[in-house]
Protein backbone atom coordinates (compact mmCIF):
# COMPACT_ATOMS: atom_id res chain seq x y z
CA UNK A 1 0.00 0.00 0.00
CA UNK A 2 1.11 3.60 -0.62
CA UNK A 3 2.25 5.67 1.80
CA UNK A 4 2.33 8.56 -0.62
CA UNK A 5 -1.40 9.24 -0.97
CA UNK A 6 -2.68 12.83 -2.10
CA UNK A 7 -3.98 14.34 1.25
CA UNK A 8 -7.94 14.92 1.94
CA UNK A 9 -10.04 17.43 4.09
CA UNK A 10 -9.93 16.09 7.44
CA UNK A 11 -12.73 16.02 10.20
CA UNK A 12 -11.10 18.22 12.46
CA UNK A 13 -11.01 16.74 15.96
CA UNK A 14 -9.09 19.92 17.42
CA UNK A 15 -9.19 23.44 15.87
CA UNK A 16 -6.23 24.12 13.38
CA UNK A 17 -4.34 26.83 15.21
CA UNK A 18 -3.22 23.71 17.93
CA UNK A 19 -1.35 21.89 15.05
CA UNK A 20 2.37 22.32 14.65
CA UNK A 21 3.52 23.50 11.76
CA UNK A 22 7.57 22.71 11.80
CA UNK A 23 7.05 18.91 12.51
CA UNK A 24 10.48 17.69 11.79
CA UNK A 25 11.09 15.68 8.35
CA UNK A 26 10.74 12.02 9.76
CA UNK A 27 10.89 8.46 7.68
CA UNK A 28 7.26 6.86 7.04
CA UNK A 29 7.89 4.38 9.73
CA UNK A 30 9.26 6.83 12.04
CA UNK A 31 5.82 9.06 11.67
CA UNK A 32 3.86 5.78 12.07
CA UNK A 33 5.43 5.21 15.48
CA UNK A 34 5.19 8.67 16.46
CA UNK A 35 1.54 9.02 15.44
CA UNK A 36 1.10 6.10 17.75
CA UNK A 37 2.55 7.05 20.62
CA UNK A 38 0.96 10.95 20.37
CA UNK A 39 -2.63 9.35 20.43
CA UNK A 40 -3.26 10.87 23.43
CA UNK A 41 -5.63 10.06 26.01
CA UNK A 42 -4.03 10.08 29.32
CA UNK A 43 -2.55 12.77 31.73
CA UNK A 44 -3.41 16.87 32.08
CA UNK A 45 -6.40 17.89 28.90
CA UNK A 46 -3.73 20.29 27.58
CA UNK A 47 -1.63 17.64 27.69
CA UNK A 48 -3.82 15.21 25.71
CA UNK A 49 -5.09 17.84 23.37
CA UNK A 50 -1.22 18.33 22.07
CA UNK A 51 -0.52 14.69 22.19
CA UNK A 52 -3.45 14.49 19.58
CA UNK A 53 -2.74 17.63 17.51
CA UNK A 54 0.36 16.23 17.22
CA UNK A 55 -0.85 13.10 15.90
CA UNK A 56 -3.03 14.50 13.66
CA UNK A 57 -0.02 16.40 11.83
CA UNK A 58 2.12 13.16 12.09
CA UNK A 59 -0.95 11.64 9.66
CA UNK A 60 -1.15 14.41 7.58
CA UNK A 61 2.49 14.20 7.10
CA UNK A 62 2.45 10.13 6.05
CA UNK A 63 -1.00 11.44 3.33
CA UNK A 64 -3.42 10.36 5.43
CA UNK A 65 -6.82 11.46 6.74
CA UNK A 66 -8.62 11.06 10.28
CA UNK A 67 -11.88 10.64 10.06
CA UNK A 68 -15.04 10.01 12.76
CA UNK A 69 -15.95 6.16 12.36
CA UNK A 70 -19.58 7.08 11.76
CA UNK A 71 -18.04 8.76 8.34
CA UNK A 72 -18.00 4.93 7.39
CA UNK A 73 -19.63 1.30 6.79
CA UNK A 74 -18.55 -2.10 5.63
CA UNK A 75 -19.23 -3.54 2.16
CA UNK A 76 -21.90 -5.64 1.63
CA UNK A 77 -20.40 -8.46 0.24
CA UNK A 78 -17.35 -8.78 2.34
CA UNK A 79 -18.09 -12.17 3.54
CA UNK A 80 -15.07 -12.88 5.56
CA UNK A 81 -15.97 -13.84 9.33
CA UNK A 82 -16.11 -11.60 11.93
CA UNK A 83 -15.92 -13.13 15.13
CA UNK A 84 -16.75 -11.04 18.39
CA UNK A 85 -14.34 -12.52 20.62
CA UNK A 86 -11.44 -11.72 18.16
CA UNK A 87 -12.81 -7.81 18.00
CA UNK A 88 -12.72 -7.97 21.81
CA UNK A 89 -9.08 -9.35 21.95
CA UNK A 90 -7.85 -6.45 19.38
CA UNK A 91 -9.56 -3.64 21.35
CA UNK A 92 -7.74 -4.68 23.83
CA UNK A 93 -4.86 -4.92 22.64
CA UNK A 94 -5.13 -1.29 20.81
CA UNK A 95 -6.09 -0.13 24.30
CA UNK A 96 -2.56 -1.51 25.62
CA UNK A 97 -0.28 -0.64 22.91
CA UNK A 98 -2.10 2.21 20.67
CA UNK A 99 -0.87 0.33 17.50
CA UNK A 100 -2.83 0.59 15.29
CA UNK A 101 -2.92 0.91 10.42
CA UNK A 102 -4.93 3.10 8.64
CA UNK A 103 -8.33 1.63 7.10
CA UNK A 104 -8.66 1.82 3.38
CA UNK A 105 -12.40 2.94 1.95
CA UNK A 106 -13.42 4.46 -1.59
CA UNK A 107 -16.17 6.98 -1.88
CA UNK A 108 -19.51 6.70 -3.95
CA UNK A 109 -21.59 8.96 -6.19
CA UNK A 110 -24.87 9.92 -3.91
CA UNK A 111 -23.30 8.23 -0.68
CA UNK A 112 -21.04 10.56 2.26
CA UNK A 113 -20.30 7.60 3.67
CA UNK A 114 -17.01 5.59 2.86
CA UNK A 115 -16.86 2.18 1.69
CA UNK A 116 -14.56 0.20 3.92
CA UNK A 117 -12.19 -2.01 1.86
CA UNK A 118 -9.67 -2.92 4.27
CA UNK A 119 -9.96 -2.73 7.72
CA UNK A 120 -13.06 -3.77 8.91
CA UNK A 121 -11.95 -5.12 12.37
CA UNK A 122 -10.12 -2.60 13.04
CA UNK A 123 -12.85 -0.20 13.07
CA UNK A 124 -14.99 -2.52 14.93
CA UNK A 125 -12.45 -2.41 17.62
CA UNK A 126 -12.50 1.47 17.35
CA UNK A 127 -16.08 1.18 17.93
CA UNK A 128 -16.17 -1.60 20.76
CA UNK A 129 -13.30 0.92 22.16
CA UNK A 130 -14.99 4.34 22.38
CA UNK A 131 -18.37 1.83 24.00
CA UNK A 132 -16.36 0.94 26.43
CA UNK A 133 -14.18 3.54 27.67
CA UNK A 134 -16.08 6.68 26.51
CA UNK A 135 -12.72 8.12 25.20
CA UNK A 136 -14.15 9.84 22.23
CA UNK A 137 -10.16 9.55 20.65
CA UNK A 138 -11.72 6.17 19.28
CA UNK A 139 -13.92 7.74 17.66
CA UNK A 140 -11.67 8.85 15.32
CA UNK A 141 -9.63 6.50 12.90
CA UNK A 142 -6.34 6.84 10.63
CA UNK A 143 -7.92 6.28 6.61
CA UNK A 144 -7.06 6.29 3.02
CA UNK A 145 -9.21 7.28 0.13
CA UNK A 146 -9.04 5.00 -3.00
CA UNK A 147 -11.59 7.90 -4.46
CA UNK A 148 -14.48 6.36 -6.86
CA UNK A 149 -13.30 3.22 -7.62
CA UNK A 150 -15.42 0.72 -9.66
CA UNK A 151 -17.18 -2.40 -8.06
CA UNK A 152 -15.03 -4.81 -9.43
CA UNK A 153 -11.49 -3.28 -8.48
CA UNK A 154 -13.12 -2.52 -4.69
CA UNK A 155 -14.20 -6.06 -4.29
CA UNK A 156 -10.32 -7.16 -5.68
CA UNK A 157 -9.12 -4.42 -2.90
CA UNK A 158 -11.31 -6.08 -0.28
CA UNK A 159 -10.04 -9.61 -1.33
CA UNK A 160 -6.15 -8.82 -1.68
CA UNK A 161 -6.51 -7.28 2.18
CA UNK A 162 -8.06 -9.87 3.46
CA UNK A 163 -5.68 -12.90 1.90
CA UNK A 164 -2.56 -10.35 3.03
CA UNK A 165 -3.83 -10.01 6.70
CA UNK A 166 -5.51 -12.61 7.39
CA UNK A 167 -5.45 -16.31 8.40
CA UNK A 168 -8.36 -17.97 6.16
CA UNK A 169 -10.71 -21.09 6.08
CA UNK A 170 -10.27 -23.14 3.46
CA UNK A 171 -14.17 -21.83 2.05
CA UNK A 172 -13.13 -17.91 2.52
CA UNK A 173 -9.83 -18.63 0.74
CA UNK A 174 -12.02 -20.69 -2.34
CA UNK A 175 -14.62 -17.54 -1.87
CA UNK A 176 -11.24 -15.30 -2.39
CA UNK A 177 -10.01 -16.49 -5.23
CA UNK A 178 -12.96 -17.02 -7.48
CA UNK A 179 -14.16 -13.48 -6.36
CA UNK A 180 -10.72 -12.14 -7.90
CA UNK A 181 -10.80 -13.88 -11.10
CA UNK A 182 -14.10 -13.04 -11.62
CA UNK A 183 -12.78 -9.48 -11.11
CA UNK A 184 -9.38 -9.65 -13.10
CA UNK A 185 -11.54 -10.79 -15.99
CA UNK A 186 -13.39 -7.60 -15.56
CA UNK A 187 -9.98 -5.80 -15.34
CA UNK A 188 -8.35 -7.29 -18.04
CA UNK A 189 -11.26 -6.22 -20.60
CA UNK A 190 -11.37 -2.29 -19.44
CA UNK A 191 -7.68 -1.78 -18.62
CA UNK A 192 -5.25 -1.52 -20.94
CA UNK A 193 -2.59 -1.05 -18.96
CA UNK A 194 -3.69 -4.16 -16.63
CA UNK A 195 -4.32 -6.38 -19.42
CA UNK A 196 -0.32 -4.90 -21.32
CA UNK A 197 1.27 -6.22 -17.83
CA UNK A 198 -0.14 -9.98 -17.83
CA UNK A 199 -0.10 -10.06 -21.47
CA UNK A 200 0.26 -14.08 -21.92
CA UNK A 201 -0.79 -14.80 -19.06
CA UNK A 202 -4.34 -17.00 -18.14
CA UNK A 203 -6.48 -15.49 -15.10
CA UNK A 204 -5.91 -18.18 -12.94
CA UNK A 205 -1.54 -17.67 -13.44
CA UNK A 206 -2.38 -13.89 -12.18
CA UNK A 207 -4.20 -15.42 -9.38
CA UNK A 208 -2.03 -17.74 -8.32
CA UNK A 209 0.91 -15.17 -8.04
CA UNK A 210 -1.34 -12.75 -6.24
CA UNK A 211 -2.66 -15.32 -3.44
CA UNK A 212 1.26 -17.17 -3.52
CA UNK A 213 -0.21 -20.84 -4.71
CA UNK A 214 -0.47 -22.80 -7.75
CA UNK A 215 -2.76 -22.49 -11.18
CA UNK A 216 -4.11 -25.70 -10.46
CA UNK A 217 -5.12 -24.79 -6.97
CA UNK A 218 -7.01 -22.24 -7.83
CA UNK A 219 -9.00 -24.03 -10.66
CA UNK A 220 -9.44 -26.29 -8.09
CA UNK A 221 -10.86 -23.90 -5.51
CA UNK A 222 -12.78 -22.45 -7.62
CA UNK A 223 -15.33 -25.14 -8.57
CA UNK A 224 -15.26 -25.92 -4.55
CA UNK A 225 -16.54 -23.13 -4.12
CA UNK A 226 -19.13 -22.72 -6.95
CA UNK A 227 -20.36 -26.47 -6.69
CA UNK A 228 -19.07 -27.80 -2.87
CA UNK A 229 -23.06 -27.11 -0.47
CA UNK A 230 -22.54 -24.94 2.52
CA UNK A 231 -22.89 -28.81 4.73
CA UNK A 232 -19.42 -29.49 2.82
CA UNK A 233 -17.63 -26.44 2.90
CA UNK A 234 -18.41 -26.45 6.81
CA UNK A 235 -16.75 -29.81 6.73
CA UNK A 236 -13.20 -28.93 5.19
CA UNK A 237 -13.26 -25.60 7.03
CA UNK A 238 -13.07 -27.83 10.59
CA UNK A 239 -10.49 -30.39 8.53
CA UNK A 240 -12.92 -33.25 9.14
CA UNK A 241 -12.39 -33.69 4.94
CA UNK A 242 -9.29 -32.66 2.77
CA UNK A 243 -9.14 -30.42 -0.18
CA UNK A 244 -9.21 -33.49 -2.57
CA UNK A 245 -12.12 -34.96 -0.63
CA UNK A 246 -13.97 -31.45 -1.48
CA UNK A 247 -13.08 -31.51 -4.87
CA UNK A 248 -14.22 -35.04 -5.18
CA UNK A 249 -18.00 -33.82 -3.48
CA UNK A 250 -18.49 -31.12 -6.26
CA UNK A 251 -18.80 -33.99 -8.62
CA UNK A 252 -21.70 -35.17 -7.12
CA UNK A 253 -25.23 -33.73 -7.53
CA UNK A 254 -26.40 -31.41 -4.55
CA UNK A 255 -28.72 -34.62 -3.16
CA UNK A 256 -26.18 -36.92 -3.24
CA UNK A 257 -23.70 -34.26 -1.67
CA UNK A 258 -26.18 -33.52 1.39
CA UNK A 259 -26.41 -37.19 1.89
CA UNK A 260 -22.63 -37.82 1.85
CA UNK A 261 -22.02 -34.40 3.95
CA UNK A 262 -24.85 -35.81 7.16
CA UNK A 263 -23.03 -39.36 7.11
CA UNK A 264 -19.61 -38.03 7.62
CA UNK A 265 -20.77 -35.63 9.98
CA UNK A 266 -22.84 -37.98 11.73
CA UNK A 267 -20.15 -40.60 12.03
CA UNK A 268 -16.57 -38.31 11.89
CA UNK A 269 -14.98 -41.07 9.84
CA UNK A 270 -11.82 -41.92 9.01
CA UNK A 271 -9.92 -40.28 5.96
CA UNK A 272 -10.01 -44.11 4.74
CA UNK A 273 -13.43 -44.33 5.23
CA UNK A 274 -14.26 -40.92 3.59
CA UNK A 275 -12.87 -41.97 0.78
CA UNK A 276 -14.36 -45.18 0.65
CA UNK A 277 -17.64 -43.27 1.38
CA UNK A 278 -17.04 -41.06 -1.62
CA UNK A 279 -16.03 -43.84 -4.16
CA UNK A 280 -19.23 -45.65 -3.33
CA UNK A 281 -21.36 -42.56 -3.20
CA UNK A 282 -19.89 -41.37 -6.99
CA UNK A 283 -20.36 -44.93 -8.30
CA UNK A 284 -24.24 -44.83 -7.41
CA UNK A 285 -24.84 -41.18 -8.07
CA UNK A 286 -26.91 -39.90 -10.65
CA UNK A 287 -25.24 -37.75 -13.17
CA UNK A 288 -24.98 -33.92 -12.23
CA UNK A 289 -27.30 -32.20 -15.20
CA UNK A 290 -24.87 -29.47 -17.18
CA UNK A 291 -26.85 -26.15 -17.10
CA UNK A 292 -27.30 -25.03 -20.81
CA UNK A 293 -26.03 -21.82 -21.73
CA UNK A 294 -27.87 -18.70 -22.06
CA UNK A 295 -28.35 -16.75 -25.73
CA UNK A 296 -27.80 -13.37 -25.88
CA UNK A 297 -31.59 -12.72 -26.21
CA UNK A 298 -31.89 -14.54 -23.02
CA UNK A 299 -29.63 -12.47 -21.10
CA UNK A 300 -31.00 -9.68 -22.48
CA UNK A 301 -34.53 -10.52 -21.55
CA UNK A 302 -33.10 -11.41 -17.91
CA UNK A 303 -31.47 -7.92 -18.10
CA UNK A 304 -35.07 -5.97 -18.94
CA UNK A 305 -36.64 -7.79 -16.48
CA UNK A 306 -34.24 -6.60 -14.05
CA UNK A 307 -34.44 -3.24 -15.10
CA UNK A 308 -38.02 -2.74 -14.95
CA UNK A 309 -37.70 -3.59 -11.36
CA UNK A 310 -35.23 -1.35 -10.58
CA UNK A 311 -37.32 1.99 -11.83
CA UNK A 312 -40.49 0.70 -9.39
CA UNK A 313 -37.45 0.45 -6.73
CA UNK A 314 -36.74 3.75 -4.00
CA UNK A 315 -33.49 4.82 -4.36
CA UNK A 316 -30.59 7.12 -6.56
CA UNK A 317 -29.49 5.09 -9.45
CA UNK A 318 -25.80 5.35 -9.15
CA UNK A 319 -25.22 7.37 -12.28
CA UNK A 320 -21.50 5.60 -13.23
CA UNK A 321 -23.26 2.14 -13.41
CA UNK A 322 -25.80 3.20 -16.11
CA UNK A 323 -23.45 4.97 -18.14
CA UNK A 324 -21.77 1.96 -18.61
CA UNK A 325 -25.13 0.19 -19.45
CA UNK A 326 -25.32 2.97 -21.76
CA UNK A 327 -21.91 2.15 -23.15
CA UNK A 328 -22.88 -1.93 -23.33
CA UNK A 329 -26.09 -1.42 -25.19
CA UNK A 330 -24.00 0.70 -27.55
CA UNK A 331 -21.67 -2.15 -28.47
CA UNK A 332 -24.62 -4.34 -28.73
CA UNK A 333 -26.22 -1.95 -31.50
CA UNK A 334 -22.62 -1.92 -32.97
CA UNK A 335 -22.20 -5.72 -33.04
CA UNK A 336 -25.98 -5.75 -34.88
CA UNK A 337 -25.32 -2.95 -37.36
CA UNK A 338 -21.79 -5.08 -38.26
CA UNK A 339 -23.66 -7.96 -39.03
CA UNK A 340 -26.36 -6.65 -40.87
CA UNK A 341 -24.36 -4.42 -43.06
Given at each position: MSKTQPKHSIRKFVDTETLKANVE???????????????????????????RSRR???????????????????HPENNFSIIPEEIEELAATLRQTGRTNAIVYR????????????GERRWRAHRLNWELTGDEGWAMIMCQNLGAIDDDEA??????????????????????MDIAGKCMEKKRENDPEFKEKHAGKKTREIIAEEFRSSPTTVTRMKEINRKLIPEGKELLDRRVIK???????????EEDQLELAKKINDQLESQENIDNLLADKKS??????????????????????????AIKLEGE????????????????????????A
Open positions: ELTIEELRQEALKNRGGSGSVTETRAAMTLIQQMGYDIKHIDDFERTRPGNPKGQILAMLQLVLDNISNRVLTPSELAWSQYQALEMTKLNKAKPVTQRKKKTVNEHLETAQKSLKKPDRVMIAQMKVYLMELEEKLNSKN
